[in-house]
């Protein structure tokens, strides 16, 4: 409210001498983030903070949508050749989150009886993972992304996106955090030739503010808006 007196005002009150202390007291993690990128502003840091803190305080509307409502799909090419395909239902994922009653949004599937392999640099590949809701009643693209991925490990390449804003109700509903989808393809080991077979694929959504997976709550939440345009 202060800020809107006046220019110098405005100035003064978007100040990092302002905000770094603030932002260094109430939320200190998230002030390591200017090691990343020093262009973000204290102020920007510390909206983001309270965002998140006050995320569990606001009304949630109920998704309507369920994991058994969904299909996944995931494709990886490399240079336009399709090496990889999969499309699995809700009860045929894994869970990868440690304690299976927190509900966290991050799924496996095994690829063991597939002859997919990948060359081992990553180079020319490209990773579609895309939502389907039963029925065809509505198609949302998680990640087409081309690039070598992140090599973690040197057994996992993972790849990632930030996803579009849901809108002014969506980012109540889903906290008003922006959202990463990210896929990794684990290996199990080199088979020759620089290339190496996928074993493994694994893909979730993050909360940007956390770097933590969302609850499969929060990210049915997100999925409807697109998923489900008319009931927003």
């Known amino acids: 409210m202060a800020s809107c007196v006046c220019k110098s005002w405005s100035a003064y009150m978007s100040s990092d001498h302002l905000w ?3 932002c260094l007291s109430h939320y200190p993690s998230l002030s390591s983030l200017r090691l990343i990128d020093p262009t973000v502003s204290y102020r ?14 606001r009304p949630h509307s109920k998704p309507h949508i369920s994991l058994s409502d969904l299909l996944f799909t995931i ?8 090496l990889l395909s999969l499309a699995k239902s809700s009860d045929e994922l894994d869970r990868l989150d440690t304690d299976r009653q ?17 060359p081992r640099s990553g ?5 579609a993972w895309t939502a389907v809701l039963k029925g065809w009643r ?40 922006g959202v ?10 080199g088979v020759g030739e620089g290339k190496m077979k996928v074993e493994k694929v694994s893909m979730g959504l993050l909360s940007i503010v956390s770097w933590r997976y969302l609850s499969v709550e929060d990210g049915l939440r997100y999925l409807h808006y697109f998923l489900l345009p008319s009931n927003v």
């Open 20 to 22: 770094k202390p603030l």
């Open 44 to 57: 920007r840091l510390f909206s983001l903070g309270h965002t998140a803190a006050n995320r569990d305080h």
């Open 75 to 82: 494709d990886v090419f490399h240079n336009d050749s399709l």
């Open 102 to 118: 927190s509900g966290v949004f991050h799924f496996g599937v095994s690829v063991e009886d597939v002859a997919a392999e990948v």
């Open 123 to 127: 180079e020319g590949l490209k990773v």
């Open 138 to 177: 509505g198609v949302f693209s998680l990640i087409d992304c081309k690039g070598n991925g992140k090599l973690v490990g040197g057994r996992e390449r993972w790849f990632s996106e930030e996803l579009p804003a849901p809108g002014c109700c969506g980012a109540v509903a889903t906290g008003g955090m």
């Open 180 to 189: 990463v989808a990210e896929v990794g393809l684990e290996f199990c080991g």
